[in-house]
T-cell receptor, first 115, second 109 residues
Framework: DGGITQSPKYLFRKEGQNVTLSCEQNLNHDAMYWYRQDPGQGLRLIYYSQIVNDFQKGDIAEGYSVSREKKESFPLTVTSAQKNPTAFYLC??????????????FGPGTRLTVL | EDKVVQSPLSLVVHEGDTVTLNCSYEVTNFRSLLWYKQEKKAPTFLFMLTSSGIEKKSGRLSSILDKKELFSILNITATQTGDSAIYLCARTGAQKLVFGQGTRLTINP
């Protein structure tokens, strides 16, 4: 089955701890994205990557870091510098063309709660 | 900053009603506008609109784009409780999508 997986589904973290959220896709997509969703709000872009070993900051990158060492994987680390990390995190992927962004396919999300 | 604005933010109707969700944007030079439905977790793709004035249909859902007036609408006829969800629209950027804040639609039996 082709798709995007995220783990874990639920994550609890103490204040001051870093935590890494996993995102894996087997759709052979070049581009991958991380979004944050707060209650009653739309999706805000954290980081995105168009190709392996390259990534760009989105609109709310502060307090987050990413890596893209493999095409299939785009892990997101929520650092202790992120002031309000409790949120629902969604990973997405898409094909990449020179013409611009395309339809994105989403994973099931990780709900992070900071205690 | 280029914005995508959806309205209403929240809508509650009775089963069988018809609803119209709105999405407006500011930038003129973009390729496509997309609609997603988010029930509990992952948003699922509904429509991609590229050309102005051409309606896309899927069952009871339809959508149209007006590139001159910079908006899109999503219509749902004969609503069912299973249509309850957050509906997100997004416009394409150079390398990313720019999302609106979503409309939370609740269908009461």
């Amino acid at each position: 089955d082709g798709g995007i997986t995220q783990s874990p589904k639920y994550l609890f973290r103490k204040e001051g701890q870093n935590v890494t959220l996993s995102c894996e896709q087997n759709l052979n997509h070049d581009a991958m994205y991380w979004y944050r969703q707060d209650p009653g709000q739309g999706l805000r872009l954290i980081y995105y990557s168009q190709i392996v070993n390259d990534f760009q900051k989105g609109d709310i990158a502060e307090g987050y870091s990413v890596s893209r060492e493999k095409k299939e994987s785009f892990p997101l680390t929520v650092t202790s510098a992120q002031k309000n990390p409790t949120a629902f995190y969604l990973c997405a992927s898409s094909t990449r063309t020179s013409g611009g962004a395309h339809e994105q396919f989403f994973g099931p999300g990780t709900r992070l709660t900071v205690l | 900053e280029d914005k995508v604005v959806q309205s209403p933010l929240s809508l509650v109707v009775h089963e069988g009603d018809t609803v119209t969700l709105n999405c407006s944007y500011e930038v003129t030079n973009f390729r496509s506008l997309l609609w997603y439905k988010q029930e509990k977790k992952a948003p699922t793709f509904l429509f991609m609109l590229t050309s102005s004035g051409i309606e896309k249909k899927s069952g009871r859902l339809s959508s149209i784009l007006d590139k001159k007036e910079l908006f899109s609408i999503l219509n749902i006829t004969a609503t069912q409780t299973g249509d309850s969800a957050i509906y997100l629209c997004a416009r394409t950027g150079a390398q990313k999508l720019v999302f609106g804040q979503g409309t939370r639609l609740t269908i009461n039996p």
